[in-house]
């Protein structure tokens, strides 16, 4: 589910995670592995400030593991603990309550040194929709709880959710929107399914996904559609034609479209990242 985002929910949304921010001792920052910097909140570092922070690489099971690696090593660099996790799984999820302690080290030993009881640490996670929010919080908290709508304004009063002894967990996270007025981003986001489908044509999404593998994942993609060398070297347009025809679906590029789109998010055309280190981390700093 995505929602639309006007200056109107934006500005709310902004409101509410700033108040929110108020409650907590750290924010778990969730990014989808994938895209480590293009599914992150262009206002997050201004709306998040000083507060203490763990960027959670989420989905990387879905991600190029050597992508993820630099990235995780990216953001460390830029003095953030961060983490690769995959809450589909449960894994990575157990180093989260360490890591948070580490992050407040100074804060914990404060209290100690006052004679003051240890404390749950209170936590809030923040990310842009569908980058699995909800299912990181049903991992801290090990049971269901019901997913909060995709939109800003759904919360009435706070509740924490208690995450083993260590940790609270305020009931609801904090939906913040991409930056998707970028073209570029846009079309990453798209290819993750981490917004609608109909915002863009489904062909030149499916002729953006050729490409890149083409550049970057060449080998899954002979692999998966039995290409020939030649094959694999033709322009994407004619590689949306070609793909199409040997799956059987003549010339209904449409369908050869979606087929492929589904193909890249479902992983079978192997773990991938968008977001390239070497591109982008420069880009980035700036
Ligand atoms: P939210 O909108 O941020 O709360 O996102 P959800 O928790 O609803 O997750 C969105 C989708 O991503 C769901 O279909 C989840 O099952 C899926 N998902 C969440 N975490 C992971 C992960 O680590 N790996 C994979 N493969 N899928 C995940």
């Known amino acids: 589910m ?5 200056p109107g929910h ?4 902004k409101r509410e995670v700033t108040e929110k921010l108020k409650f907590v001792d750290i924010v778990f920052e969730l990014v ?8 992150r909140n262009p206002m997050l570092d201004q709306i998040i400030q000083q507060k203490p922070r763990i960027i959670l690489l989420n989905k990387g099971d879905l ?9 995780q090593h ?10 690769i996790v995959n809450a589909q799984q449960g894994k990575g999820i157990k180093n989260i309550v360490p890591e948070a302690k580490k992050v407040l080290a100074e804060k914990i030993a404060h209290r100690s040194a006052r004679g003051l009881k240890p ?3 209170r936590a809030m996670c923040i990310g842009i929709p569908n980058v699995g929010k909800s299912t990181i919080m049903n991992r801290l908290v090990k049971k269901n709880i019901a997913k909060t709508g995709n939109r800003p304004g759904v919360t009435k009063g706070q509740q924490w959710l208690k995450a083993g002894d260590e940790l609270e967990l305020l009931d609801t996270p904090g939906i913040l929107w991409p930056k998707f007025e970028d073209a570029e981003i846009g079309r990453k986001l798209a290819l993750t399914g981490a917004i609608k489908d109909n915002l863009l044509h489904m062909d030149d999404l499916a002729i953006y996904g050729l490409s890149f593998w083409q550049s970057f994942y060449p080998q899954n993609l002979t692999e998966r559609y039995a290409l020939s060398e030649q094959e694999l070297d033709l322009p994407e347009a004619e590689l949306l034609m070609k793909i199409t025809e040997k799956r059987g679906l003549r010339e209904d590029y449409e369908r050869g ?3 492929i789109i589904q193909e890249i998010r479902s992983g079978k055309l192997g773990r991938f990242t968008l977001d390239r280190y070497q591109e982008m981390s420069v880009q980035s700093e700036k």
Not at 10 to 13: F, L
Not at 63 to 71: G, H
Not at 74 to 83: E, V
């Open 10 to 13: 934006m500005a709310k949304a």
């Open 119 to 121: 404390q749950a640490i």
């Open 257 to 259: 479209s979606e087929l």
């Open 2 to 6: 995505t929602i639309q985002w006007f």
């Open 32 to 39: 989808d592995a994938r895209l480590p910097i293009s599914s």
């Open 74 to 83: 990216y953001f460390q660099k830029q003095g953030y603990a961060s983490l």
């Open 63 to 71: 991600a190029d593991p050597k992508e993820t690696a630099r990235w």
